[in-house]
């Protein structure tokens, strides 16, 4: 094996920094620059590159599968372009960026992928799309393709020059050879989908041609170590789109934990349900202190002091939810293999009922489901479920319909939509008739008790109600935020969207008064800086007023990060160090056995010295418990 690297970075997620939201209001902005915007449109027949320029756009690029562009267009132009009766509506196209932090994978016997080897499951004939910083070239990594997604790049080559991507592409399929670590399905067939340049940043439109590029390549499995806050729904609409083709798609749930692991901070993508969202332990199975939790958590796997494949031909060891998220990837492909006629809902129920359930019996916050187990050819085969029926059969009706779901195994659960999403163990349970009094499309499938799945059921019901009498009450639909109500690090720029399809007016308040027409104008966005209770009512031209939107936002500063006194490097003798911190009040913590600092470990109270090479971590955490990002300085101590 090739000597290991160590690098001291910065712990931080994969962050997709994304500022969402769709907006009838008028904006009072007189912001002239331009900026790159993804426009979704309501059909695809719409000549997308011509409507661009008819508003002074610069047309960028266009999606196969969805019905949307990216183009370069000023505020102004932009303005017009979204009362355009052919467009659905716009977002900004932001930055998405990296950075990870480098620390034998442990992780691989952990989950017993070697027994699934002896059984003869590595993956094969499984393709999985790694989208990141791409894969660079290595000893023990075999690329089957890929592709450079990122708009505007002057090379269309998908090696990576951040390293990111190669450490997810190692844990994944890595061969083991000559020493070298092998990955959970070293014979899966990888592709390298580089939508993040060697900064580790890129924009979400990027992401989404990436997703793209897996449908139009009939990819299996799509692994994105990569997270964000801020839900987009061009990003949703994307990964709903290849959820419903049949794809799998597995996320990071984002190293926004505590180490109480309270709180709800699952990132997006993870944080939609066509997506599986996974936690990182550490070697004892132990939830590891940064993995964030929430009920959307669905399994764990390892993600601390992970060695995989890096840049140069070398192995690095890294933490994170970013190294957790291939493991349950290539398990996926390990359990495709063995079931090749499983679709990607009944394959996604059996990853969740082969595990070992960790903390509360059953899906937790902290744990999902459990730590994913590799299968082996004695798991036990699933039973096929057949798809539920209903009552009322597909068609056209002129009056609300009443429709009953039913299903000949006995026992099972029913899980349903209407959006025309696919549904999962995670949908709304049936329980009583379902009334349908718009047109629908309803999907349901049957969950027997060990999580086996049926296909699923799809009818489309359309009504087509006549009206005999003039409508005198108008109702104003209540405006919803970009941003969910919940606890956040950071200041916050917050949009009100409403789909009302008359020009609206939007009023609120920051003091937690309810609003009125006296109220603060709405222009556009709203940015919130301190812990406030936002209050937002829509009126249209009539006067008509909505119901009152309600959020409250928590803003949270964290401690500043602890410096040291002497930088990381190489020396010809013993270092005597100091940590400071410029957050007033803090306590520092630190280590010098490569273990991550908590407020259990070593509180510093005086100067450190180094006598050998040793890696120094340190953390700050204030009174409340805040923590902040965890800094790592190497020392290298040369004798003479």
């Known amino acids: 094996m090739k000597p290991r690297k160590y690098i001291s970075v910065l712990l931080v997620t994969l962050l ?4 969402c939201g769709v907006t009838v209001f008028a904006s009072t902005s007189s912001e002239s ?12 027949s719409t000549d997308r590159s011509q409507l661009v320029s008819k508003y002074n756009g610069r047309f960028r690029r266009e999606f196969k599968h969805f019905n949307a562009a990216t183009a370069e267009m000023t505020s102004q132009n932009i303005a017009k372009l979204k009362k355009d009766s052919t467009v659905d509506y716009v ?17 691989v016997s952990d989950i017993k992928a070697p027994a699934s080897w002896e059984s003869g499951l590595t993956g094969k004939g499984v393709k999985i799309a790694i989208i990141d910083s791409g894969v660079a070239s290595h000893s023990d990594l075999v690329v089957a393709g890929g592709t450079n997604v990122i708009n505007g790049s ?23 050879l000559n020493g070298g670590v092998k990955g959970v399905a070293p014979d899966a067939s990888i592709y390298a989908v580089k939508a993040l340049n060697s900064d580790g940043e890129g924009y979400t439109s990027d992401i989404i041609s990436g997703i793209d590029w897996a ?3 009939n990819i299996d499995i799509i692994s994105m170590s990569l997270g964000t806050s801020e839900s987009s729904a061009s990003l949703k609409n994307a990964i709903d789109t290849a959820y419903s083709d049949g794809l799998l798609i597995v996320a990071a749930a984002g190293n926004d934990g505590n180490t109480r692991g309270t709180g709800t901070n699952i990132e997006y993508p993870a944080n939609y349900s066509s997506v599986i969202a996974v936690g990182a332990v550490d070697s004892s199975n132990t939830r590891a202190y940064f993995s964030s939790t929430g009920s959307k958590l669905e399994v764990s796997a390892p993600g601390v002091d992970i060695l995989s494949t890096y840049l140069n031909d070398g192995y690095e060891q890294m933490s994170g939810t970013s190294m957790a998220t291939p493991f349950v990837a290539a398990d996926l492909a390990l359990l495709k293999q063995q079931y090749p006629s499983y679709t990607n809902v009944q394959l996604r129920q059996l990853l969740a009922s082969n595990v070992v359930d960790l903390g509360t019996s ?10 994913i187990t590799a299968p082996s050819t004695t798991t036990t085969t699933t039973t096929t479920v057949p798809t539920p029926t209903v009552s009322v059969a597909a068609g056209t009706y002129t009056s609300s319909q009443t429709v009953s779901l039913s299903d000949t195994t006995s026992g099972v659960s029913i899980y349903y939509t209407l959006d025309g999403t696919t549904p999962t163990s995670s949908s709304k349970l049936y329980s009583s008739p379902i009334t349908i009094s718009s047109t629908s499309t309803l999907k349901a499938i049957a969950v027997d008790s060990s999580g086996n799945s049926s296909s699923v059921l799809s009818v489309l019901y359309t009504i087509s109600k006549s009206v005999t009498t003039p409508v005198t009450t108008v109702t104003i639909p209540t405006p919803t935020a970009s941003v969910p109500s919940g606890s956040y690090r950071a ?34 966005y709203i940015k919130i800086t301190t812990t406030s209770t936002l209050k937002a009512i829509a009126v249209d031209f009539s006067g008509n007023t909505s119901q009152v939107l309600s959020n409250l936002y928590t803003i949270v500063t964290p401690p500043s990060n602890p410096v040291a006194s002497v930088k990381g490097g190489r020396y010809s003798k013993a270092q005597t160090i100091t940590l400071s911190d410029s957050t007033p009040g803090v306590s520092i913590y630190y280590t010098t056995d490569r273990s991550m600092p908590t407020a259990k470990s070593t ?11 040793t890696v120094l971590a340190m953390v700050a955490i204030d009174s409340s418990g805040n923590s902040s990002q965890v800094v790592l300085a190497q020392y290298i101590i040369i004798s003479k």
Do not use: C
């Open 16 to 19: 997709l920094t994304v500022l």
């Open 33 to 44: 620059d331009t900026k790159r915007y993804i426009i979704k449109f309501k059909t695809s």
């Open 91 to 107: 977002e900004e196209d932001n930055v998405v960026k990296i950075s990870s932090t480098s620390m034998t994978n442990w992780g």
């Open 154 to 176: 002057s090379t269309t080559s998908y090696v990576d020059d951040n390293g990111h991507g190669t450490h997810v592409a190692g844990v994944i399929a890595a061969q083991g």
């Open 215 to 217: 449908i139009e390549h």
């Open 362 to 371: 059953g899906r937790d916050s902290l744990y999902g489901y459990g730590l």
């Open 491 to 524: 200041p916050l720029v917050v949009m009100l969207r409403d789909r009302y399809s008359k020009p609206l007016k939007a009023y609120y308040t920051l003091d937690g008064s309810t609003p009125t027409t006296s109220s603060t104008l709405y222009p556009g």
């Open 603 to 613: 509180l510093y109270t005086g100067p450190i010295t180094i006598k050998s090479n």
